[in-house]
């Protein structure tokens, strides 16, 4: 069965560097969205993507986020500047055309920022 | 903007046992409540869902009631069996792509 991937598992990263994390959707899907998780608590969504452009982000999308397909299969999110308070799990999901609201998880990328 | 609210955070049964997990939702306009089961350091997985046009889903041992009138909407879960034991996160959508999510029930079942 398909899956949705993401690299890399786990990134450490200084406060103040930029963090790149990487997702493979399922194949035939074309919405995509990141959603983060801090540790013991509830995942709370960031961004949908849908024709190559933002459709929906939440109040924590703020400036220092943005999101990509640079290509036909990989779907990233870019801090830019990240805090110490970005650490948390990153979750990729993608869902399909026909019952686009049923949504995949990847596995997730943990980030920690020291 | 929507909020879900989640009952009870955590949840101890013995195998066997029924389990109800409850949620509400403040956005009459939600009109997709997903349910996902979360393993210790796994991703989410999505285990059933409701539209609002439907009152009752079920598959197999698990079953989704939704009551628009009320917004809430309940999770059961019937002849619960250790590998049940997980965490569960309901979540309210207006048809679009930003789920809500609920803080999560920590559900444990007793061999």
């Known amino acids: 069965e398909p899956e949705v991937t993401q690299t890399p598992s786990h990134q450490v990263t200084q406060m103040g560097q930029e963090v790149i994390l990487r997702c493979v959707p399922i194949s035939n899907h074309l919405y995509f969205y990141w959603y983060r998780q801090i540790l013991g608590q509830k995942v709370e969504f960031l961004v949908s993507?849908?024709?190559?452009?933002?459709?929906?982000k939440s109040e924590i999308f703020d400036d220092q986020f943005s999101v990509e397909r640079p290509d036909g299969s990989n779907f990233t999110l870019k801090i830019r500047s990240t805090k110490l308070e970005d650490s948390a799990m990153y979750f990729c999901?993608?869902?399909?055309?026909?019952?686009?609201?049923?949504?995949?998880f990847g596995p997730g990328t943990r980030l920690t920022v020291l | 903007g929507e909020n879900v609210e989640q009952h009870p955070s955590t949840l101890s049964v013995q195998e066997g046992d029924s389990a109800v997990i409850k949620c509400t939702y403040s956005?009459?306009?939600?009109?997709?409540f997903p349910w996902y089961k979360q393993e210790l350091g796994k991703r989410p997985q999505l285990i059933i869902d409701?539209?609002?046009?439907?009152g009752e889903k079920k598959d197999q041992r698990i079953a989704v009631t939704l009551n628009k009138t009320a917004k809430h909407f309940s999770l059961h879960i019937t002849e619960t069996q250790p590998e049940d034991s997980a965490v569960y996160f309901c979540?309210?959508?207006?048809?679009?792509?930003?789920?809500?999510f609920g803080p999560g029930t920590r559900l444990s079942v007793l061999p």
């Open positions: 993507f849908y024709n190559n452009e933002i459709s929906e």
């Open positions: 409701i539209r609002s046009n439907v």
């Open positions: 956005d009459s306009a939600s009109n997709y």
């Open positions: 979540a309210a959508s207006e048809g679009g792509q930003n789920f809500v």
């Open positions: 999901a993608s869902s399909g055309l026909a019952s686009y609201n049923e949504q995949f």
